[in-house]
């Protein structure tokens, strides 16, 4: 148990579709980055908010973005849906600036 | 950026056999870490380790940063320890660079 939580687990979604996934942090974690992971493949880095502000970011369009809450919960929005985007997303969250990551246990997402 | 390189990419052993996972980084990191990713695709924590030696019941890492690897010993391996073991490191204060996975089949 991370304390990090991911919703929804499983979700079908159409090419050109909108998606929305979320993440609940564990509790003093200011920190949550998201990550994209296809399948046979290591997750790879989309972005990280700090204290509600983007601070890094991947090599994905600007159709990914995010946001991050003040009460450090966190969410991705995928606009314009393709096939290439299913995969498991994964979001960590971290006491602080850097260390250690915790992951929450992923949104399944497939693009028909 | 950086590269990080895993070996084996595939490893069957037998129930009780031992093994070393070895990760390989083209830069020095600051953050390192090793993950087992169960069947359901969590990332479980093994180890956060940018350095020295440590120990968790039948698994321990080491980490030798001055020559950027860092190695994963199982021993006496059971069939829940089958499932991708992932080592990550970063160099700065954000991303995570990943390695493609260590896929580790433990037969009873």
């Known amino acids: 148990e991370t304390g990090v939580t991911q919703s929804p687990t499983h979700l079908i979604k159409t090419r050109g579709q909108q998606v929305t996934l979320r993440c609940s942090s564990q509790s003093g974690h200011n920190t949550v980055s998201w990550y994209q992971q296809a399948l046979g493949q290591g997750p790879q880095f989309i972005f990280q908010?700090?204290?509600?502000?983007?601070?890094g970011r991947g090599n994905f369009p600007p159709r990914f973005s995010g946001l991050q809450f003040p009460n450090y919960s966190s969410e991705l929005n995928v606009n314009a849906l393709e096939l290439d985007d299913s995969a498991l997303y994964l979001c960590a969250t971290r006491p602080g600036i850097t260390g250690e990551l915790f992951f929450g246990e992923g949104s399944r997402l497939t693009v028909l | 950026g950086i590269q990080v390189e895993q070996s084996p990419p595939d490893l069957i052993l037998q129930e009780g056999a031992n093994s070393t996972l070895r990760c390989n980084f083209s830069d020095s990191v600051n953050n390192l870490q090793w993950f087992h990713q169960n069947p359901w695709g969590q990332l479980i924590n093994l180890f956060y380790?940018?350095?020295g030696t440590k120990q968790n019941g039948r698994l321990s890492a080491t980490t030798v940063a001055t020559e950027r690897y860092s190695l994963l010993y199982i021993s006496s391996s059971q069939t829940t320890d089958s499932g991708v073991y992932f080592c990550?490191?970063?160099?700065?204060?954000?991303?995570?660079?990943f390695g493609t996975g260590t896929r580790l089949k433990v037969l009873a």
């Open positions: 908010y700090y204290r509600e502000e983007e601070n």
């Open positions: 380790i940018p350095s």
């Open positions: 990550a490191g970063s160099t700065g204060t954000y991303k995570y660079i």
